[in-house]
């Protein structure tokens, strides 16, 4: 495919379509990547010859992916790339028709979600040194994701008429514009109390336009936090507190729910906590929560490690 082509493909995705640039180049990538598998098995000449790709051209190249030892979830998104690539041919008229769209994507493993364990959640929550400007407004962070579940976009658009100190909660605005109202308990009160009457008015004194803001989490300069800021300063306080190394902010989210759902809480209403739009996504947590069971009974249970010691 010429770069011409490349280029109209990514700006059909950002444009029409509404992806962010990474998600186009990532498209694209995967588009360039069944051209030269064209170009393998028709010669280089036909690597575009897009109107003769077929539903059975498509599954020789899903058979491919399999044999080059994609993992099914590579191989998902790369079907995925290329139904939008061929509804981009097919805008462009050239292409009539979408054999992407005919094609199965692997069936996918359920992957269940990280967490962290209680000993873990306190390690981490008491990383940050309340005693400086920024440690303070960490550790209000910090607490908030775990008692709220939310997510980091909308904790970073949290604005100070959002929160009700007196009630604990605070009203997010989730996926899709949806407002949903969120709760906290005591020790994310007094943190974010704490966060709010000195260390914010610390970083809004730091603003150089000296213009007021009611976003309520501000970074060193003043302004609004940026979301992806909000992953660097989750790892940094999971590096140290020496916690499972491989979470995200998005984990402590889970960590919410599956410690909520650990302490009878009821699915519906998780769901409602953490926005979900159906109950088939809050449902993995029971997964987790099995699991755990599971290795607990493993570890504990006399009969369970093959032992023969149980009392008589």
């Known amino acids: 495919m010429s770069a011409a082509y490349i280029d109209a493909f990514i700006a059909y995705m950002t444009d029409a379509r509404g992806v ?8 694209a990538h995967d588009a360039v990547q069944f051209m030269d598998f064209l170009a393998a098995i028709w010669g280089e000449d036909r690597s ?4 003769d790709v077929d539903y059975r051209t498509m599954r020789t190249y899903i058979a491919h992916l399999h044999r080059q030892k994609y993992e099914k979830r590579s191989i998902s998104r790369k079907v995925t790339s290329l139904r939008s690539f061929f509804s981009f041919l097919i805008a462009s008229s050239l292409a009539a028709a979408n054999p992407a769209a005919l094609a199965q994507s692997p069936k996918l493993d359920r992957m269940l979600p990280e967490f962290l364990y209680g000993q873990e959640v306190a390690a981490l929550l008491s990383a940050p040194d309340p005693d400086n400007t920024l440690g303070c407004r960490d550790r209000a962070i910090l ?27 605070v009203r997010v605005i989730g996926k899709g514009d949806k407002e949903r109202e969120v709760l906290f308990g005591e020790p994310a009160a007094v943190a974010l109390q704490d966060y709010i009457e000195r260390a914010r008015p610390a970083l809004l004194r730091k603003r150089a336009d000296g213009r007021d803001e009611d976003t309520c989490f501000l970074s060193k300069s003043g302004r609004p936090l940026a979301a992806s800021y909000i992953y660097v300063l989750v790892r940094k306080y999971v590096l140290e507190a020496g916690v499972s190394s491989n979470i995200s902010p998005h984990d402590l989210r889970h960590t ?14 998780i769901q409602e906590l953490l926005g979900h739009a159906s109950l088939r996504s809050t449902e993995i947590y029971t997964h987790v929560t099995t699991k755990r069971m599971k290795e607990v009974y493993a570890e504990t249970h006399p009969l369970a490690k093959g032992g023969s010691d149980a009392d008589e």
């Open 48 to 51: 575009g010859d897009f109107a």
């Open 20 to 27: 962010s640039a990474h998600t186009a180049e990532a498209y």
């Open 143 to 169: 607490e908030m994701f775990y008692a709220t579940g939310v997510r980091r976009s909308e904790l970073v658009a949290v604005k100070l008429p959002d929160i009700d100190m007196q009630q604990r909660r």
């Open 256 to 269: 919410f729910a599956t410690h909520m759902l650990d302490g009878g809480a009821d699915l519906r209403t």
